[in-house]
Structures are given as structure tokens and as C-alpha cells.
């Protein structure tokens, strides 16, 4: 290293430089640093919108999920003030445990809380949101506020007078629940579980049991639905890997086409098609096929959410597998067969194993597509056709329970994350090939 | 199993693809048991095609294909049991080495046992041994064309097909190749059929060459034939460098024919496929049979006048270009040997060469 007797003898012994005397290594990393930044300032909208519309809401959604305040605090509507409701009960439970029974200093907590509540208007809240862990007790409030002011001692007589369901354990269970501010209660109800006068968990009475067998007919129907669109979407993908250039683009814009026409309308022509005065039944009447009393009911059922749903997200599979099976070469099939395999060994171990990432891409994408549907099961699916996201919608508009929503979601999030893991531990997230 | 029919016969055999044009118009071909056999030519000229009909990925329009005196014209790919080695390899991506020599044995319902022998003696066919538990991925260009040839070959087929298989290597890898090939072949006792374009691979290699041009065969014969006794002018032009001098055909006797150039000189060739008396024809003579020093040229051989328009050095050789009878690209090739003379442009020399080294084929 002849050049080396060139560096001034103040420098580092060892290590390179630039030509101004700096450390190579140093301004290696600042040169590099500006440029990051550069690249980070370029990223930086989209991080932002990310933040804003998907990290945060689905942070809120699981805060919400585990917690309900209603019942320790109001906000008022006009001014947005919040003010500590239910004092007086919550003290009383927080000295008392579990299962103790309502005494005389409890009903006089209860009345005086009630007074405050009559006086914020504030009772509407309170039981709509005892009333989703004790459902009927929602009036209870209404009616027993109203008369708020005019209770006097003993409370519990004066209470009870009122109505006498207040002596209920479970409502006072519920009420017990709701006064402190996170809660599994809303997870329970997701699974069909409810806590008891004593606050053991069981399993809610048998007619009011809808979620999970709900969560079931969710997943059952998107494997069906995964594994048709896998069944169809094979050799069409497989086509449109092999066809010619000519063909093989008109056949892409069949393929596509579904995507360029709205979502509203492609299951609105389903109905036109399978609806029992429909295309399908009156030209298989107008056959002879079935009989005009015979006409098979093909739609408002779980059948048309199968057929409208695997018709929607069919490009959904088709698009992973085509892009795996586009760069595998006939020459890998033709050498496998000039080895001796058939045709069909030659498919089952030499072609068939290089789209496994396709397939893999493409069913965790239907699969979790389909999972979450929502407008296509709520106009094709009937009565029987519904899926969960159905009844979380259901919950976000109707019964206003927006933590039993998110619950429910929640539950549906973490299933789709499992899935994922499951995928990447048996197939490797490396290997998943979305186009 | 005929044991004194010939490994491979094409008979009478037509391709056609659309119906309207033949890309393999007459092939007749036989094989004996043994053969390196290439078939060679410009894309497009039928040769792949040939290939794949032997292989049974495609289909004799009307002709018939025997394999050991069988005719195996509707017998699919898979029953034929010939090895075939692919241009771009066509390694199994998701198998390692060891599991893709293994396919053409489990397919054929060989025991575990029987298998870790042959795919032990196939790698080491190739030198390949340490190699068995990575993925193709992991291989150089060469060292995946060597364990293309040991899947081809594990299985000990009688036959072996190779397409191209080292047009995707680097030359010197492939000249290198080329003689492992042929020692495989020799060692091993197998019949080859080789396609190529690469004429200097086709010689070197092979027992025969076959050339094709236009959906036939235009000459089958050993390299040596082929390049000093081309039978028409695409078979010299195609194989190695050739000057060409048109003229007409002033008369032939025996296998001898006298041709007037242009410019008015008589010059003697061996007639090959040139036609009668006053027909068109084109002389060949190879570049490096020509002769300019004096003390060389021997009596007896026909010189003409040259101009030198261009002297290129190559290494070993000495590449001239000279303007002979109105031609302004014929080429001499002189070897580098001592005390040889550099020409320059401009200069006036005297070139002759041997009569039988000039050969009057078809005009073109």
C-alpha cells in the first residue's frame, strides 16, 4: 500500500477516507442517511393516510370492543361535557363483592344516582347500555328516573314499588359489570356466553345463541366458496397462461370485466338470473326440465350467496394463479413426460407443485374476501344466506351496540390472523405471489 | 426388440402444422445403435421439429417413426422411454438435484434402494456428487446442464435426445461440455441425437451430421464429408467459411467440369451436382485451401489474378480478403506460421489451389 504514506499522520491509523480527510465510513452513512430520509419523505403521505384510516380506527375498534362507559360517564350531546355518572352505585360495588345482595345503602346509591341521571337525561344511555347485558331492563331506568325525585326512605321499598324486576340479580350483575371501564362482557356475547347472577361464565339460553353458529356458517361458506373459485378458476387461469397472446387478452378482459362493472349490479343480475321467476327457472320450465310448481329456489338463500359470491371473487383467484402459472415453461411438463410420467403425474407432481403460491395467494385472499362480505350475503342471502359481517353491520345500525360490533370483528381480525400465520408457518409469506 | 434393425428410422415422414405449408417435408433417415447423430441447420429449418416427433410431443403428419424397428408413431411421450436433455434445462424448480434424477425412477416403480444407486451413479457420470441436496437455483449454468444430462441418463435409456442443450453456456464452458458429452457417449454406448445450429459443435461432436435446410435433409454424412465434399451450395456455405465464384458450365466430362467465369477465365472443377454444359453454377473452394506464395502453388493448379482489399490479423491466422474474378469478398486464409508474408491492401498477387479443392455445386 504505497499510497497509504500520502494520509496525514493525525488520521486514524486505520480505516479509510474521503478526500477531504473525513472517514469513509462516516460519511458513507450520512450520504446514505440523506438519501432514506429523501425516500421516507416520498412514503410519508401515504404513512399518514395508512395512520389515519387504518391503524386508528382499527385501534379504536378494539378499544371499543372492551369498553363502553356509558355507565360511568355522561357526555352531553350539546356541549360535549363529560360528567361522572353512577357514583354512588359504583362505590357501593366497589365495597361490596359479588353476589352480595342489594341492601338498603345500595338502593339509596341507586336513587341518588338516579337523580343525577334524570337531571342529565341522561337514563336513556345508561339503560340502553345495561340493557345490552340484561336485555328488558332498558324501561326499568326510564321509568324509575322519571320518578326519581319523588323516592324517598326506605329506597329499596320505594324502589321496588316502582318496578319490582330491580331486585333481579342478573340486572344487578350487569350493573356491576358496566361500573368499572373495560369489560370482556362484549367478547362473551360474540362467543354466545354470558356471566351469570354469581358472574361465572355460561353459555347464553339456546334460542339466543346466533354468533357462533354464525362465525361457522361464515367460515364453512368461505372455504366452499375458496375451494369453487379454486375448481374454476384453475383452468381458466391455466388458459390464460397458455393461449396464445391473441386469445389469451380476450379471454383476460372476460376475466376482468367483472371488476370494471359495479358490485351492485352484478348481484342484482343474479337476482334477475336465479330468482324463481328468473331466467334460469323459467327457461328450465319453458324445457321441461322441472315443472311450473317445480321452480327451485336458487336465490335468498345460502345457495345465492355461494353462487354470486364465487362469481365475484372468482378474478380473485384467478389473477395469483395466472401470474405463477405465466413464467412455468412447457418445457418443465414435456421433460417430466420424457422421463416417463403421465400426463397426470407429470400435472400432480411437476406443475401443480410450482402454483402452490398462487393457490396459497389466492385462497387466503378469497377466503379472507370472503369472510367479510357483507353486500352480497345482505341482498341474496335471505334468511339463512347471512353471514357475521351481516349481523356486525347489523349491530353498527340497528341496535346501535357498537362494542358488540367491534367484538365481533375483533374476533373475525384475529381468525384472518391466524389464517396468515397458519399460511406463512405451511407455505412461507415469501412464497405468496399476488401478480 | 429387432436387435439388427436400426435404432431410429425416419420414413417418408411429413410435418405439417396449419395444413397449408410442410416444415418437415421427406425425411428419410436411419440410425444404427451407438450413433451420434446431429441434426443441424438455421431455425427454422425442421430440425426441433424432427426432434420433437422423435420425442412424441408432436405428431407425424403422414410418415412413419421406428425406434428399434417399432413404429411408435401413436405411442405417447412417456412410453417411449428416451432421455431427453432440453435447451434451457427444464430442471424441476421445486425438487433438489437428488429428487429430480429420483423422478424418472419413481415414476417407473424402482425401490428406494435401487434409486440412491443410480442417481449416486448418474452424479458422479457428471462429477456432480456434492451437488445432490441443492435446488437448481443453486447451480451455475453449467453445473444445471450437467445434471440435466444425468436425469437424461439415469434411467439407462438406449436413446438419447439433446436440444440445443448448451446454446444458453458461455464458449468456453461449451467447448468444454462438448467433450464431456462425448465421452458420456462413448463410455456409456448410447445413441444420440443432437440439434444444434452451432456448425463447429456439429463437427466436432458427432458421427454424422445430417443438414437440414427447407424441411429437408440436404446432406447426411461425417463432418468430414460434409465440409471437404459438400453435396450443394447451402452445405458449404452453412458449414465453415466458403468462396464462391458464379459462372457457367462450358463442359463436363466425368466428374470433371469446366466453368467460365465472368471475367472470361476458364477455370477446372469437380463437377458435384452442377448440371449440363452451359447451365449456371457456383465453384466452392475453401478459404484456407488457397495459396498466393509461389514456391507453394504447385504445377497443375489453377491460378488466378487478386487484388488485396483487406488483411485482418487473428491470431493464428491471417484473414485476406481479395477482389478475384469481379468478386469483391473472397477470402484466403494464410496460417500464422513463421516467416510468413503479411500482404497489404493494394497489392497485386497470384492465387491458385488444387482442382479437387474446387467444386462446381448448384447455383443458388
Given at each position: 500500500m504505497a499510497d497509504m504514506t500520502a494520509t496525514p499522520p493525525e488520521a486514524a491509523p486505520q480505516g479509510l477516507q474521503t478526500a477531504d480527510g473525513r472517514p469513509l465510513k462516516a460519511a458513507l452513512a450520512e450520504s446514505q442517511a440523506r438519501a432514506k430520509r429523501r425516500a421516507f419523505y416520498l412514503v410519508a403521505p401515504l404513512l399518514a393516510f395508512i395512520l389515519l384510516t387504518f391503524v386508528l380506527p382499527i385501534g379504536q375498534l378494539l378499544s371499543r370492543s372492551v369498553s363502553d362507559p356509558r355507565f360511568i360517564e355522561h357526555v352531553d350531546r350539546s356541549s360535549g361535557e363529560v360528567t361522572p355518572i353512577m357514583t354512588g352505585l359504583r362505590a357501593w360495588f366497589d365495597d361490596n363483592p359479588a353476589g352480595t345482595e342489594p341492601d338498603e345503602a345500595a338502593y339509596a346509591a341507586l336513587a341518588a344516582d338516579l337523580v343525577l341521571l334524570a337531571d342529565l337525561r341522561g337514563q336513556g344511555d345508561v339503560g340502553t347500555r345495561i340493557n345490552y347485558e340484561a336485555p328488558g331492563t332498558r324501561s326499568l331506568f326510564t321509568k324509575t328516573a322519571r320518578r326519581a325525585e319523588d323516592l324517598q326512605a326506605p329506597f329499596r321499598e320505594a324502589i321496588l314499588d316502582v318496578d319490582e324486576d330491580w331486585a333481579d340479580p342478573m340486572l344487578w350483575q350487569a350493573m356491576r359489570d358496566a361500573s368499572s371501564r373495560f369489560t370482556a362482557n362484549f367478547y362473551l356475547a360474540a362467543l354466545d356466553l354470558a356471566k351469570d347472577e354469581t358472574g361465572k361464565i355460561v353459555n347464553v339460553p339456546q334460542e339466543r345463541q346466533v354468533y357462533v353458529m354464525l362465525f361457522e356458517r361464515t367460515a364453512i361458506l368461505s372455504v366452499l366458496i375458496t375451494f369453487l373459485t379454486l375448481v374454476l378458476g384453475f383452468p381458466v387461469a391455466h388458459l390464460l397462461a397458455t393461449l396464445p397472446l391473441r386469445y389469451s387478452n380476450l379471454l383476460m378482459i372476460l376475466v376482468l370485466l367483472p371488476f370494471w362493472t359495479s358490485l351492485l349490479v352484478r348481484t342484482t343480475s343474479w337476482m334477475v338470473l336465479l330468482q324463481s321467476q328468473g331466467v334460469i327457472n323459467s327457461t328450465l320450465v319453458w324445457l321441461g326440465v322441472i315443472g311450473e310448481d317445480g321452480r327451485i329456489q336458487m336465490i335468498y338463500n345460502q345457495l345465492g350467496t355461494v353462487i354470486a359470491m364465487t362469481h365475484i371473487l372468482l378474478p380473485f383467484m384467478v389473477l395469483p394463479l395466472y401470474s405463477v402459472m405465466r413464467?412455468?415453461?412447457?418445457a418443465y411438463v414435456r421433460a417430466a413426460r420424457s422421463l416417463g410420467a403421465t400426463s397426470w403425474t407429470a400435472f400432480r407432481r411437476i406443475y401443480l407443485p410450482q402454483t402452490v403460491p398462487g393457490i396459497g395467494a389466492g385462497a387466503l385472499l378469497v377466503f379472507i374476501l370472503a369472510v367479510g362480505y357483507y353486500i352480497t350475503p345482505a341482498l341474496v342471502g335471505g334468511a339463512d344466506g347471512q353471514l357475521i359481517s351481516n349481523l356486525i353491520a347489523f349491530h353498527m345500525q340497528n341496535s346501535l351496540n357498537w362494542s358488540l360490533a367491534a367484538a365481533l370483528a375483533s374476533l373475525l381480525l384475529a381468525g384472518v390472523l391466524i389464517l396468515y400465520w397458519l399460511y406463512d408457518r405451511l407455505v412461507g409469506i415469501d412464497n405468496l405471489k399476488l401478480g | 426388440m429387432d436387435v439388427t434393425a436400426p435404432m431410429v428410422e425416419f420414413d417418408r415422414v411429413q410435418k405439417s402444422y396449419?395444413?397449408?405449408?410442410?416444415?418437415?417435408k421427406d425425411l428419410n433417415l436411419a440410425m444404427p445403435k451407438g450413433e451420434f447423430l446431429t441434426m443441424l441447420g438455421p431455425s427454422g429449418s425442421g430440425k426441433t421439429t424432427c426432434l420433437m416427433m422423435l420425442a412424441g410431443f408432436e405428431t407425424a403428419t403422414s410418415g412413419e417413426i421406428r425406434l428399434a424397428g417399432r413404429e411408435i408413431n401413436h405411442i405417447p411421450p412417456h412410453k417411449r422411454g428416451i432421455g431427453m436433455v432440453f435447451q434451457n434445462y427444464?430442471?424441476?424448480?421445486?425438487?433438489?438435484v437428488a429428487e429430480n434424477l429420483s423422478f424418472p425412477l419413481e415414476v417407473r416403480g424402482m425401490g428406494k434402494g435401487e434409486r440412491e444407486t443410480k442417481i449416486k451413479r448418474a452424479l458422479g457420470m457428471v462429477q456432480m456428487n456434492s451437488f445432490a441436496g441443492r435446488r437448481p437455483a443453486q447451480l451455475s449454468g453449467g453445473q444445471q446442464q450437467r445434471i440435466a444430462l444425468a436425469r437424461a441418463l439415469v434411467f439407462d435409456p438406449d436413446l438419447v435426445l439433446m436440444d440445443e442443450p448448451l446454446g444458453a453456456l458461455d464458449k468456453q464452458l461449451r467447448e468444454h461440455m462438448q467433450f464431456e458429452i462425448k465421452h458420456l457417449h462413448e463410455s456409456l454406448g448410447i445413441t444420440v441425437v443432437y440439434v444444434t445450429h452451432d456448425q463447429s459443435e456439429a463437427l466436432t461432436m458427432s458421427d454424422r451430421v445430417a443438414v437440414f435446410n427447407d424441411g429437408r435433409i440436404q446432406q447426411l454424412a461425417p463432418p468430414e464429408d460434409l465440409y471437404e465434399r459438400p453435396d450443394n451450395s447451402f452445405v458449404a456455405q452453412f458449414i465453415g467459411e466458403n468462396n464462391k465464384l458464379g459462372g457457367k458450365i462450358e463442359s463436363v466430362s466425368g466428374d470433371q467440369a469446366t466453368v467460365r467465369l465472368p471475367t472470361g477465365e476458364l477455370i477446372g472443377a469437380t463437377a458435384v451436382n452442377s448440371g449440363a454444359a452451359g447451365s449456371e453454377t457456383l465453384v466452392s473452394i475453401r478459404p484456407e485451401r488457397v495459396e498466393f506464395r509461389s514456391d507453394r502453388i504447385q504445377p497443375g493448379w489453377h491460378t488466378l489474378e487478386a487484388d488485396v482489399l483487406e488483411f485482418i490479423y487473428m491470431g493464428d491466422l491471417f484473414r485476406t480478403r481479395l477482389r478475384v474474378a469481379g468478386h469483391d469478398d473472397f477470402v484466403m486464409k494464410c496460417r500464422n506460421i513463421q516467416g510468413q508474408e503479411r500482404l497489404s491492401p493494394g497489392q497485386r498477387i497470384r492465387i491458385g489451389w488444387h482442382p479437387a479443392d474446387a467444386r462446381a455445386l448448384d447455383p443458388v
Amino acid at each position: 500500500m504505497a499510497d497509504m504514506t500520502a494520509t496525514p499522520p493525525e488520521a486514524a491509523p486505520q480505516g479509510l477516507q474521503t478526500a477531504d480527510g473525513r472517514p469513509l465510513k462516516a460519511a458513507l452513512a450520512e450520504s446514505q442517511a440523506r438519501a432514506k430520509r429523501r425516500a421516507f419523505y416520498l412514503v410519508a403521505p401515504l404513512l399518514a393516510f395508512i395512520l389515519l384510516t387504518f391503524v386508528l380506527p382499527i385501534g379504536q375498534l378494539l378499544s371499543r370492543s372492551v369498553s363502553d362507559p356509558r355507565f360511568i360517564e355522561h357526555v352531553d350531546r350539546s356541549s360535549g361535557e363529560v360528567t361522572p355518572i353512577m357514583t354512588g352505585l359504583r362505590a357501593w360495588f366497589d365495597d361490596n363483592p359479588a353476589g352480595t345482595e342489594p341492601d338498603e345503602a345500595a338502593y339509596a346509591a341507586l336513587a341518588a344516582d338516579l337523580v343525577l341521571l334524570a337531571d342529565l337525561r341522561g337514563q336513556g344511555d345508561v339503560g340502553t347500555r345495561i340493557n345490552y347485558e340484561a336485555p328488558g331492563t332498558r324501561s326499568l331506568f326510564t321509568k324509575t328516573a322519571r320518578r326519581a325525585e319523588d323516592l324517598q326512605a326506605p329506597f329499596r321499598e320505594a324502589i321496588l314499588d316502582v318496578d319490582e324486576d330491580w331486585a333481579d340479580p342478573m340486572l344487578w350483575q350487569a350493573m356491576r359489570d358496566a361500573s368499572s371501564r373495560f369489560t370482556a362482557n362484549f367478547y362473551l356475547a360474540a362467543l354466545d356466553l354470558a356471566k351469570d347472577e354469581t358472574g361465572k361464565i355460561v353459555n347464553v339460553p339456546q334460542e339466543r345463541q346466533v354468533y357462533v353458529m354464525l362465525f361457522e356458517r361464515t367460515a364453512i361458506l368461505s372455504v366452499l366458496i375458496t375451494f369453487l373459485t379454486l375448481v374454476l378458476g384453475f383452468p381458466v387461469a391455466h388458459l390464460l397462461a397458455t393461449l396464445p397472446l391473441r386469445y389469451s387478452n380476450l379471454l383476460m378482459i372476460l376475466v376482468l370485466l367483472p371488476f370494471w362493472t359495479s358490485l351492485l349490479v352484478r348481484t342484482t343480475s343474479w337476482m334477475v338470473l336465479l330468482q324463481s321467476q328468473g331466467v334460469i327457472n323459467s327457461t328450465l320450465v319453458w324445457l321441461g326440465v322441472i315443472g311450473e310448481d317445480g321452480r327451485i329456489q336458487m336465490i335468498y338463500n345460502q345457495l345465492g350467496t355461494v353462487i354470486a359470491m364465487t362469481h365475484i371473487l372468482l378474478p380473485f383467484m384467478v389473477l395469483p394463479l395466472y401470474s405463477v402459472m405465466r413464467p412455468i415453461k412447457p418445457a418443465y411438463v414435456r421433460a417430466a413426460r420424457s422421463l416417463g410420467a403421465t400426463s397426470w403425474t407429470a400435472f400432480r407432481r411437476i406443475y401443480l407443485p410450482q402454483t402452490v403460491p398462487g393457490i396459497g395467494a389466492g385462497a387466503l385472499l378469497v377466503f379472507i374476501l370472503a369472510v367479510g362480505y357483507y353486500i352480497t350475503p345482505a341482498l341474496v342471502g335471505g334468511a339463512d344466506g347471512q353471514l357475521i359481517s351481516n349481523l356486525i353491520a347489523f349491530h353498527m345500525q340497528n341496535s346501535l351496540n357498537w362494542s358488540l360490533a367491534a367484538a365481533l370483528a375483533s374476533l373475525l381480525l384475529a381468525g384472518v390472523l391466524i389464517l396468515y400465520w397458519l399460511y406463512d408457518r405451511l407455505v412461507g409469506i415469501d412464497n405468496l405471489k399476488l401478480g | 426388440m429387432d436387435v439388427t434393425a436400426p435404432m431410429v428410422e425416419f420414413d417418408r415422414v411429413q410435418k405439417s402444422y396449419d395444413g397449408e405449408t410442410l416444415v418437415v417435408k421427406d425425411l428419410n433417415l436411419a440410425m444404427p445403435k451407438g450413433e451420434f447423430l446431429t441434426m443441424l441447420g438455421p431455425s427454422g429449418s425442421g430440425k426441433t421439429t424432427c426432434l420433437m416427433m422423435l420425442a412424441g410431443f408432436e405428431t407425424a403428419t403422414s410418415g412413419e417413426i421406428r425406434l428399434a424397428g417399432r413404429e411408435i408413431n401413436h405411442i405417447p411421450p412417456h412410453k417411449r422411454g428416451i432421455g431427453m436433455v432440453f435447451q434451457n434445462y427444464a430442471l424441476f424448480p421445486h425438487m433438489t438435484v437428488a429428487e429430480n434424477l429420483s423422478f424418472p425412477l419413481e415414476v417407473r416403480g424402482m425401490g428406494k434402494g435401487e434409486r440412491e444407486t443410480k442417481i449416486k451413479r448418474a452424479l458422479g457420470m457428471v462429477q456432480m456428487n456434492s451437488f445432490a441436496g441443492r435446488r437448481p437455483a443453486q447451480l451455475s449454468g453449467g453445473q444445471q446442464q450437467r445434471i440435466a444430462l444425468a436425469r437424461a441418463l439415469v434411467f439407462d435409456p438406449d436413446l438419447v435426445l439433446m436440444d440445443e442443450p448448451l446454446g444458453a453456456l458461455d464458449k468456453q464452458l461449451r467447448e468444454h461440455m462438448q467433450f464431456e458429452i462425448k465421452h458420456l457417449h462413448e463410455s456409456l454406448g448410447i445413441t444420440v441425437v443432437y440439434v444444434t445450429h452451432d456448425q463447429s459443435e456439429a463437427l466436432t461432436m458427432s458421427d454424422r451430421v445430417a443438414v437440414f435446410n427447407d424441411g429437408r435433409i440436404q446432406q447426411l454424412a461425417p463432418p468430414e464429408d460434409l465440409y471437404e465434399r459438400p453435396d450443394n451450395s447451402f452445405v458449404a456455405q452453412f458449414i465453415g467459411e466458403n468462396n464462391k465464384l458464379g459462372g457457367k458450365i462450358e463442359s463436363v466430362s466425368g466428374d470433371q467440369a469446366t466453368v467460365r467465369l465472368p471475367t472470361g477465365e476458364l477455370i477446372g472443377a469437380t463437377a458435384v451436382n452442377s448440371g449440363a454444359a452451359g447451365s449456371e453454377t457456383l465453384v466452392s473452394i475453401r478459404p484456407e485451401r488457397v495459396e498466393f506464395r509461389s514456391d507453394r502453388i504447385q504445377p497443375g493448379w489453377h491460378t488466378l489474378e487478386a487484388d488485396v482489399l483487406e488483411f485482418i490479423y487473428m491470431g493464428d491466422l491471417f484473414r485476406t480478403r481479395l477482389r478475384v474474378a469481379g468478386h469483391d469478398d473472397f477470402v484466403m486464409k494464410c496460417r500464422n506460421i513463421q516467416g510468413q508474408e503479411r500482404l497489404s491492401p493494394g497489392q497485386r498477387i497470384r492465387i491458385g489451389w488444387h482442382p479437387a479443392d474446387a467444386r462446381a455445386l448448384d447455383p443458388v
